[in-house]
C-alpha cells in the first residue's frame, strides 16, 4: 500500500507528479477554469478529466473529479480511489479533494489504499508486467486538518483498515488449489502473527479433533476432499472489554456442490466461497491492532466442497454440534452445515452477540443484486445496530425477514430434527438463516449473507477492484467500534 500523509499545502503548489483535485459544483477553478471548460468538464456527478497541467500548477499532470457540493465520506472515499486509478504511471500524488472533517480525511486515505489495490502474484509475463502501472508510492492528502494529531490517528486507522480489506481481497483471489484448507490455516496464521503479534490468539482443530468435538456439520461437508476440513478461532481479549463478540465465516476454499454438483458456469467463481471466513479473520486483526476495548472470538470454518467417493449424500444425516440432527437434502448448501458448528460454538463461549458473515446463497443476489448484503438475524435492534454500522463504513446492505414459513419447513424433516433445504425454491436466503437460527441458542446474532458483493465479476469500479473485494471487513471493524462506544 503507498505510504499516505498529511500536508498543509496548497493544491498549487503541491510537489507531486499527479495532482488528484475534487472540484464541488460552483466552486471557483481559478487558473483551470479555462481548460476544464475546454476539455467539456462540467461538473456533473462521476465526471473526471485529467490533462498535463501546462505550469498551471506545480504537479505535471492533474486529474480533475466532480464532487458534490457537500461530499460524504463515501463520496470521498470513491473519488480518491478514482483519482489514484487514473493516475496511472505517478510514483507520487497529491490529492486535494476538501475534506470536511476528520473522518473525511479517514475516508480519503481508505479510498487511496483501497483504490490501489492489486493482485499480479500469478502474472509473470513481462509484457503484463510492463503494461501494468507503476505502484504508487506515496500519496500526500492535502488538507488544512494536516497539523492535527487526530487527522494522523485518523490516516493510521484507515491504513490498518484499508491493510484488513486488502488481506481478505488476496485470500478470495487465490487461486482455490492453492488454498485448500490446510493451506489457508497458513496463511491465516502468517498473517495473524505478522499483524497483531500476540494480541491474537491462533487455535486450529484439524479433523480429528473435530470428530472428537463433535463438529459433524464441518466433518461433512469436508469429508469428500482428499483435503481435510480445519476450524481455526482467534481470540483477541483485551483487558478493558467492554462487550464481547463471536464471529463466524464460512470458509469453503472451492465449492463445487459436493455430489449435487454445479454446473460448470455456476463453478467458475466458487473460489470466492471462503470470504466470509477471509472477512472475519481480517476484521479481527483489524480491531486488535486498533486496540479496541472488545473482546472477539472469529471462527473459520475451512472445508473445500468436493464430490468423491467418501462425500456426503443427500439422504445423510450429520450430528452437529449442537446436539441437534440434520437430514441432508444437496449437497450444494453446504455453508449452513459449516456455519451451525461455528454458531453453536460460538454460543457455547456465551458472547453478548454474534455476527456470521458467509457467501451463502444465490438467492440472496436475486433479492438484492450483486452490490448488496442481505443482514438477517433473531433480534431486531442488533441487526439495527450492524445495519447502522455497514451504513457508516459505505457497505450496501438491507435487512431481510426471517418468517415463519421458514421455520416450518427448517422443523419438517422425517427422519431428523432438522431440514437442510427448502424443497421450494423460493425465499432461499430466508430459509438459510432460518436453519441458521436454529443453531445459536438466544444470543442476539446477525447473519450477513455477502454472496452478491464478496467477489465483482465486472470491471473495477472506484474502491471496488475485479474479483475480490473484501466486503464484511469495513462493517465489523465498524461495528466494535461503535461497541467499544468509541465513535
Ligand atoms: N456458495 C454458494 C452460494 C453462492 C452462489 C455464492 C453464487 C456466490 C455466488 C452456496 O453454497 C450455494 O451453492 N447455494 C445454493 C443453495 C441451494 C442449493 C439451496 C444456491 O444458492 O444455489
Ligand atoms: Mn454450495
Ligand atoms: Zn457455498
Keep these: 500500500m503507498p505510504s499516505v500523509t498529511l500536508s498543509t499545502s496548497k493544491p498549487t503548489t503541491a510537489s ?24 467539456g468538464f462540467s461538473g456533473e456527478k462521476g465526471q473526471s478529466v485529467r490533462f498535463p497541467s501546462g505550469g498551471l500548477v506545480k504537479a505535471p499532470v492533474v486529474v480533475a473529479l466532480a464532487l458534490p457540493d457537500e461530499p460524504t465520506a ?7 480511489a478514482r483519482g489514484i486509478r487514473a493516475a496511472k504511471n505517478a510514483t507520487t500524488v497529491a490529492i486535494a479533494l476538501h475534506p470536511a472533517g476528520v473522518d ?7 479510498g487511496i ?4 489495490y492489486r493482485f499480479d502474484t500469478y502474472k509473470t509475463r513481462s ?8 505502484e504508487i508510492a506515496s500519496a500526500v492528502i492535502l488538507t488544512p486538518f494536516a497539523r492535527q494529531t487526530t487527522a494522523t490517528k485518523a490516516v493510521e486507522r484507515a491504513s490498518t483498515v484499508a491493510l484488513a480489506v486488502n488481506t481478505a481481497r488476496d485470500w478470495v483471489n487465490t487461486p482455490p488449489g492453492d488454498k485448500r484448507p490446510a493451506d489457508l490455516v497458513e496463511a491465516i496464521t502468517t498473517h495473524v502473527t505478522a499483524a497483531a503479534g500476540t494480541a491474537v490468539k491462533v487455535s486450529v482443530w484439524d479433523e480429528k479433533r473435530l470428530a472428537k468435538e463433535r463438529c459433524g456439520g464441518i466433518l461433512g461437508v469436508g469429508q469428500g476432499s482428499d483435503s481435510p476440513p480445519r476450524l481455526v478461532t482467534l481470540s483477541y481479549e483485551p483487558e478493558n472489554a467492554v462487550a464481547h463478540l463471536a464471529l463466524v465465516g464460512k470458509g469453503i476454499t472451492f465449492d463445487s456442490g459436493g455430489l449435487s454438483i454445479k454446473p460448470g458456469a455456476s463453478m467458475q467463481t466458487m473460489k470466492l466461497d471462503m470470504a466470509g471466513a477471509a472477512a472475519v479473520v481480517a476484521a479481527t486483526v483489524a480491531i486488535a491492532t486498533l486496540g479496541l476495548p472488545v473482546r472477539i472470538t472469529a471462527y473459520a470454518c475451512l472445508a473445500e466442497n468436493m464430490p ?12 452437529m454440534r449442537s446436539g441437534a440432527t440434520v437430514e441432508v437434502h444437496n449437497t450444494d448448501a453446504e455453508g449452513r452445515l459449516v456455519l451451525a458448528d461455528g454458531l453453536a460454538l460460538a454460543a457455547e463461549a456465551q458472547p453478548d ?4 458473515v458467509a457467501t451463502l446463497t444465490g438467492a440472496c443476489i436475486v433479492a438484492l443484486g450483486s452490490h448488496t448484503s442481505g443482514i438477517l438475524g433473531n433480534d431486531d435492534d442488533f441487526s439495527e445496530t450492524v445495519l447502522a454500522a455497514s451504513a457508516a463504513a459505505g457497505e450496501s446492505m438491507w435487512r431481510l425477514p426471517i418468517t415463519e414459513e421458514m421455520k416450518g419447513i427448517v422443523t419438517s424433516s422425517t427422519v431428523a430434527d432438522l431440514r437442510q433445504h427448502n424443497p421450494k425454491p423460493y425465499g432461499g436466503a430466508l430459509f438459510a438463516a432460518a436453519f441458521l437460527r436454529e443453531f445459536v441458542g438466544d444470543v442476539p446474532w446477525a447473519h450477513l449473507d455477502i454472496a452478491g458483493p464478496s467477489f465483482n465479476e465486472g470491471s473495477a469500479v472506484d474502491y471496488t477492484p475485479v474479483g475480490g473485494t473484501g466486503t464484511g471487513v469495513r462493517t465489523l471493524v465498524r461495528l466494535a467500534t461503535e461497541l467499544a462506544g468509541s465513535r
Excluded at 16 to 38: F, H, S
Excluded at 113 to 116: I, K
Design 16 to 39: 507531486a507528479d499527479v495532482l488528484i483535485l475534487g472540484i464541488r459544483g460552483d466552486e471557483d477553478k481559478g487558473d483551470l477554469a479555462e481548460t476544464l471548460d475546454l476539455l
Design 353 to 356: 452477540h454474534i455476527v456470521d
Design 127 to 134: 509484457a503484463a508486467k510492463d503494461a501494468a502501472p507503476v
Design 308 to 319: 468423491s467417493g467418501r462425500a456426503t449424500r443427500p439422504g445423510d444425516v450429520l450430528h
Design 104 to 110: 473525511e480525511v479517514e475516508a480519503i486515505a481508505e
Design 74 to 80: 463515501e463520496d470521498l472515499r470513491r473519488a480518491a
Design 113 to 116: 489504499d483501497l483504490g490501489a
